[in-house]
């Protein structure tokens, strides 16, 4: 789909490298760019034995290039502005103001590529009172009103062990990417992003923060925060889970079918209070049999009934297995993205790279370096 594009990704860590991991799995060139120190990603959640990449960089990089350039050095800030003029897009993630001192910034690249598509992705943005700011995952999950959704029984925000802003901030930037694409297709103008990744996960909070200002209602749409039956987690026998979202009476009633038990159905949409016999019947239900047994029922009957699987069963799950999502690849199983049934898109990605595997590769492609040229700038520290 991105054949022919090129994107040059400066950014570190998550967000970025997924923003263009994702446009990697659709075709485009991604060179990576990485200091002499490397992508900080590397040592993070380093394999056992000390050896190889951390394991968030090899999920985030694969199907990419990566080069060395030391971008504190004038001649390297050339280097990276001679290389954007032959790219469609620019991703980076410092904090507001180091792109600038780089030398790579927006306007400072503009100069060299004027319909360049350029996302800086951030925090909190480029401008405003918290844009200076360090944050994590978490903080942007609390300020958002996204944690204050997730609580247990007694109130109690559950930490989540999904890192929910970098990732679907890596998919707004991406998304933001492709329109900008589709923008510059049409007038032949480029384009330049803020994405922050507060901004998008206040985006997902639409629907709460609409019922709260016209009802008060703090929690969302009412049916969908354990509020009746039919939409509800269920312990089974073997002490594991299964989600039971049978919203629409048809579901329901093929639900109450199944399992013999259609005096259930004028219950569809009651309180799961423990003075509701229906409720505390299903619950006795469901503890009557395993996990697997649900499992088996939920592809037999158009119930909206799914299993809560673990992390290690994703790969044997049969409608996993039949889409190719999951894949033994170099040593370890890496998730699949895909976007159409071509499945030349997924076979066809190459392992995360080595720290500065395409340096003189890249170089000579798109800057016209000679080997002695190469060797003068190694020499030097601009490149390595």
Request: glycine content about 10%; charged content about 25%; hydrophobic content about 40%.
């Amino acid at each position: 789909m991105l054949n022919g594009i090129r994107v040059v990704d400066f950014s570190l860590y998550l967000p970025g490298p997924y923003a263009s991991l994702r446009l990697a799995d659709m075709g485009a060139e991604v060179i990576k760019v990485e200091s002499p120190a490397g992508d900080p990603a590397r040592v993070l959640s380093a394999t056992e034995d000390g050896n190889g990449d951390g394991y968030v960089f090899q999920v985030q990089n694969r199907s990419k290039k990566s080069i060395v350039l030391n971008l504190k050095e004038a001649e390297g800030q050339r280097i990276a502005r001679e290389m954007i003029r032959r790219a469609d897009i620019v991703i980076e993630s410092f904090r507001p103001g180091v792109a600038e001192r780089l030398g790579i910034g927006y306007e400072q690249i503009k100069q060299v590529r004027p319909d360049i598509i350029y996302c800086s992705l951030s925090g909190y943005g480029q401008h405003g009172m918290m844009s200076h700011l360090a944050s994590h995952d978490l903080n942007y999950v609390a300020l958002s009103g996204v944690l204050s959704q997730m609580k247990d029984h007694f109130g109690t925000p559950i930490h989540p062990s999904i890192t929910f802003a970098d990732l679907i901030g890596g998919i707004a930037a991406s998304e933001a990417i492709l329109g900008a694409l589709v923008q510059r297709g049409r007038s032949g103008q480029g384009a330049y992003l803020d994405i922050s990744l507060a901004d998008v996960l206040i985006t997902l909070m639409g629907n709460h923060v609409l019922l709260e200002s016209a009802t008060g209602e703090q929690h969302g749409v009412p049916a969908l925060n354990k509020r009746i039956i039919s939409y509800y987690i269920y312990e089974t026998r073997d002490g594991r889970f299964v989600s039971l979202a049978a919203l629409e009476a048809k579901f329901w009633t093929n639900f109450c079918r199944a399992v013999n038990r259609e005096d259930w159905i004028p219950a569809h949409l009651t309180a799961p209070h423990e003075d509701n016999l229906v409720f505390q019947e299903i619950k006795e239900l469901f503890r009557s049999r395993p996990l697997a047994e649900w499992d088996r029922l939920s592809l037999e009957v158009d119930c909206c009934l799914a299993p809560v699987l673990e992390v290690g069963e994703l790969y044997g799950h049969p409608y996993i297995k039949e889409r190719g999502l999951i894949r033994e690849q170099w040593g370890t199983r890496h998730v699949a993205t895909r976007y159409t049934g071509d499945e030349t898109l997924v076979s066809r990605s190459t392992p995360p790279p080595g720290h500065g595997e395409h340096t003189d590769e890249v170089l000579s492609e798109l800057v016209g370096a000679s080997r002695s040229q190469l060797e003068e700038w190694r020499k030097k520290g601009v490149i390595g």
